[in-house]
């Protein structure tokens, strides 16, 4: 985001996360060979050798991923893909990964070799979706969204309404991503993320009652408190006049996270920027 907006760059880091999440399919082998009768049902016995060495690599590229290691898995999936070229997961991920890596050409190249192998992949559209939009093509990533949402049967409705709503914000549609957000929550009530970032957008929308409801869920549970959440909550308990609440929070934030940017925001009172 630009300049004008660094303010609530850290709130929609809680959600970042959210859009990087693997194609669900991405351990289930691969495509029925065209020997196969249409009706049959393929099962671990139908894949060969070489299925089952890309779908190892496969996962081990995935374990390496998630724990940081995006050089590691790199190599992990291109044996995966020496292995299996038309491995439509492997080129999904490696998506990912040259995305995490900042190689954004090589990236959007994985992600529509993706595509075009699985044309039907509403992770690997959700997770394109979310390079775009980190790209600032935020038209381009609507696109993706809406295909992802609309393919039947997709599991990650609230995942991919959750990363949309933000991305609608990063391009300050604020009507939008509150409506967006909203039918996420109404899906998962129980997902933080999504209540930060609903409760941020209501913030920079002047709906300070409604951002309050939804950041006092957050805080209300400790293990979820952060200095992003308890920022969120003073500031917007600043907004409504509370000085006795922001004081309140601000001594908790101060002193559960003495060290992070929130705390020095707070200490010279810089609650709007």
Same mark, same amino acid.
């Given at each position: 985001?630009? %300049?004008?907006?660094?303010?609530?760059?850290?709130?929609?880091?809680?959600? +970042?996360?959210?859009?990087?999440?693997?194609?669900?399919?991405?351990?289930?082998?691969?495509?029925?060979? +065209?020997?196969?009768?249409?009706?049959?049902?393929? !099962?671990?016995?139908?894949?060969?050798? !070489?299925?089952?060495?890309?779908?190892?690599?496969?996962?081990?590229?995935?374990?390496?991923?998630?724990?940081?290691?995006?050089?590691?898995?790199?190599?992990?999936?291109?044996?995966?893909?020496?292995?299996?070229?038309?491995?439509?997961?492997?080129?999904?991920?490696?998506?990912?990964?040259? /995305?995490?890596?900042?190689?954004?050409?090589?990236?959007?190249?994985?992600?529509?070799? /993706?595509?075009?192998?699985?044309?039907?992949?509403?992770?690997?559209? &959700?997770? #394109?979706?979310?390079?775009?939009?980190?790209?600032?093509?935020?038209?381009?990533? =609507?696109?993706?969204?809406?295909?992802?949402?609309?393919?039947?049967?997709?599991?990650?409705?609230?995942?991919?309404?959750?990363?949309?709503?933000?991305? &609608?914000?990063?391009?300050? &549609?604020?009507?939008?991503?509150?409506?967006?957000?909203?039918?996420? #929550?109404?899906?998962?009530?129980?997902?933080?993320? !999504?209540?930060?970032?609903?409760?941020?957008?209501?913030?920079?929308?002047?709906?300070? =009652?409604?951002?309050?409801?939804?950041?006092?869920?957050?805080?209300?549970?400790?293990?979820?408190?952060?200095?992003?959440?308890?920022?969120? +909550?003073?500031?917007?308990?600043?907004?409504?006049?509370?000085?006795?609440?922001?004081?309140?929070?601000?001594?908790?934030?101060?002193?559960?996270?003495?060290? %992070?940017?929130?705390?020095? %925001?707070? =200490?010279?009172?810089?609650?709007?920027?």
């Amino acid at each position: 985001m630009t %300049s004008k907006h660094s303010g609530n760059a850290r709130t929609w880091w809680l959600a +970042a996360g959210i859009a990087l999440v693997l194609a669900s399919g991405l351990l289930q082998g691969c495509t029925t060979p +065209a020997s196969k009768p249409p009706q049959d049902v393929r !099962t671990e016995s139908d894949q060969t050798d !070489t299925d089952r060495r890309a779908r190892v690599r496969l996962e081990l590229a995935a374990a390496y991923f998630g724990r940081g290691q995006a050089a590691t898995a790199l190599d992990e999936v291109k044996l995966a893909l020496q292995a299996k070229p038309d491995l439509a997961d492997a080129h999904n991920l490696r998506g990912l990964i040259y /995305a995490s890596m900042g190689e954004a050409g090589l990236a959007e190249d994985s992600f529509k070799q /993706a595509l075009q192998l699985n044309p039907r992949d509403a992770d690997a559209m &959700q997770n #394109y979706g979310w390079f775009l939009c980190q790209q600032r093509r935020f038209a381009d990533a =609507e696109v993706q969204f809406n295909a992802a949402l609309a393919v039947p049967n997709y599991r990650d409705v609230t995942r991919t309404l959750l990363t949309m709503g933000v991305c &609608q914000a990063r391009n300050n &549609q604020w009507p939008e991503a509150e409506r967006t957000l909203q039918r996420s #929550y109404e899906l998962d009530p129980a997902n933080p993320t !999504t209540a930060v970032n609903l409760s941020e957008v209501l913030l920079r929308r002047g709906e300070f =009652e409604r951002a309050r409801f939804y950041i006092r869920r957050v805080n209300a549970v400790d293990e979820l408190v952060s200095a992003q959440t308890l920022w969120l +909550a003073i500031r917007i308990e600043n907004k409504l006049g509370q000085a006795g609440q922001v004081r309140l929070l601000g001594n908790q934030l101060v002193n559960r996270f003495p060290q %992070s940017a929130e705390a020095l %925001s707070f =200490e010279k009172g810089r609650f709007d920027e």
